[in-house]
């Protein structure tokens, strides 16, 4: 006689599989990071998209799914192994922890958070599994008394290492000595924390739950609109130009040079605008702008 199995052992069952899918994510870092190191170098955007890797400003393109493709891609070997080291020691417990369909939802959504937030907060998307590693980093950090193996894996060094890393990270975008994807650590991490209050910890669950709609919501916002960030500002002064919207495109140009948008492609394309609707003297003004800012820029740099 065939006995079904119960809820709770099929869950059982599940959890003590392997980590298949953390597994199968180390393996596509991994083999993107050696696609593109066959060419030596990224030579142009048509190779990196090839690899899911695509320009600043691809998602207002419609190219939504850079949110998620662009965190299996690293550039450098270091970055590739450290992602892949906590990828596979954090997000290999937690896969077992909460089973494979579960840990893939996780997965999935951390990526587009976290993506979504850096695009939001710098005109442009992460690269790299680390906004996801801070996510399984944060729900671990939180639920570590409620499974098993996570103390073990989350000590006391490896939690003071996460969160000193962050303010190592701020601390050298602040002073511009090395960019980093600080919104991605800091938006996968809260959202990490959330989830596991609102399935795991439930403290203080309706808070979470309002949080995790502000999260996604500021997700959403960013993918459509901008105008705090340069990089919007001049596509859509692009496109407004492409559509003959002139002064649309006028206003917008100018806004874009206020967030610091190269001045020469700026005036460069203001004068096309101008002469467009027939405004001699703005064009004129445009485009001696243009070509004085195109000689400085041709010009040897002096001898220090």
């Known amino acids: 006689m065939l006995i079904e199995e119960s809820g709770a052992e099929k869950q059982l069952k599940a959890t003590q599989q392997g980590p298949i899918l953390t597994w199968l994510a180390c393996a596509i870092c991994v083999v993107i990071f050696l ?27 419609g190219k939504y799914w850079a949110l998620l493709t662009s965190v299996f891609v690293h550039i450098e070997l270091w970055h590739l192994v450290f992602n892949l080291y906590w990828l596979w020691t954090l997000g290999g417990r937690l896969e077992k922890a909460i089973g494979s369909l579960r840990w893939l939802a996780f997965f999935l959504t951390s990526a587009i958070v976290s993506s979504a937030i850096q695009l939001g907060v710098s005109g442009i998307g992460g690269i790299g599994a680390s906004g996801v590693v801070y996510g399984i980093f944060g729900f671990m950090w939180v639920t570590r008394n409620h499974f098993d193996g996570f103390k073990e894996a989350l000590t006391k060094q490896t939690i003071i290492l996460y969160v000193a890393w962050l303010f190592v990270c701020l601390v050298t975008t602040f002073l511009n000595i090395w960019q980093v994807g600080n ?85 460069a394309n203001l004068a096309s605008a101008y002469k467009a609707i027939g405004d001699q003297s703005k064009y004129e003004e445009a485009v001696k702008k243009a070509q004085q800012l195109t000689k400085k820029s041709q010009e040897p740099a002096s001898p220090k």
């Open 35 to 61: 696609g593109l190191s066959s060419k030596g170098t990224i030579e142009s955007w048509n190779v990196a998209s090839k690899w899911g890797y695509y320009p600043p400003g691809a998602e207002w393109d």
């Open 183 to 267: 919104a991605a650590h800091f938006s996968g991490m809260f959202w990490g924390i959330i989830v596991a209050d609102i399935f795991v910890i439930r403290y203080k669950a309706v808070l979470s739950k309002i949080a995790s709609v502000a999260l996604i919501v500021a997700s959403i916002i960013p993918l459509f609109w901008c105008p705090w960030s340069v990089i919007w500002v001049s596509k859509q002064a692009y496109n407004a130009h492409s559509k003959g919207d002139y002064f649309k495109a006028i206003n917008l140009y100018n806004r874009s040079l206020e967030l610091g948008q190269d001045p020469a492609w700026v005036y």
